[in-house]
């Protein structure tokens, strides 16, 4: 019998090659999706590997070829929370906008998000515990989590140029304030239902904390600073 084309020999193993390849992205997007939500419920833990193998259609031996064990994968976890939220503030295009209507809207997206996306606050929560190991560790987070930063810095630079406001506030302190609201919302939620009875899962809530957070925040920063 003739030998077969060495082309179609060398040709043979390709095809399963290459579909590998294709389904390597999927397959730990996949795996990424299962563990933020095991994270975000169990903590960091309380979710277990094993558990986040058997949830997703791959193995726990690709958890540890993709991420190289329950840290890496943890990180990678952050990281990509990190980054989803950092994308949808890039994608609101707010330098086109005055100072003062950039800021609300960017406050409203932020206490939106946090609600719709509660394992953020979460994982946060987690990695707060863990005195931020992860985080500290990641190459990165820093790169990840600097543009929020510039584009506060460019709309009180704006504001202060157009009047609206007058206070000098560092980038950094004004995102952890309105993070703060967010977070809290999230987090602390169950408790304050518990000890008030207030719920802050309801639409009339989120709106009516957009609009408080939003009106404090403008009044603040154009309040003159009473120290200097």
Sequence with gaps: MP?????????????????????APRSRAELLDV???EFARLGYFGARVDE?????????????????????LFTAVLERAYADIRAAEKALDLTHLPSREALARLIDHTLRWHDTHPE????????????????RRSSRQAGTNL???????DILARGRADGSFVREVAAVDLHLYMSAVA???VTNAPTIQATFGV?????????????????MVCAWLRTPDPTE
């Design 183 to 185: 977070l809290f919302r």
């Design 120 to 135: 953020l606050a979460r994982l946060v929560a987690s990695e707060n515990a863990l005195n931020a190991t992860h985080l």
């Design 3 to 23: 030998a077969e084309p060495a082309t179609q020999l060398a040709s043979q193993p390709a095809a399963p090659a290459a579909r590998r390849t294709r389904s």
């Design 35 to 37: 563990a933020t939500a």
């Design 199 to 215: 719920r802050m899962d309801t639409p009339g809530s989120l709106d009516a904390a957009i609009a408080d957070l939003t009106a």
């Design 52 to 72: 986040i193998a058997a949830k997703s259609s791959t193995t726990k031996r690709m958890i540890y070829y993709y991420f190289g064990d329950k840290d890496g």
């Design 147 to 153: 543009p929020i930063l510039q584009t506060l810095d």
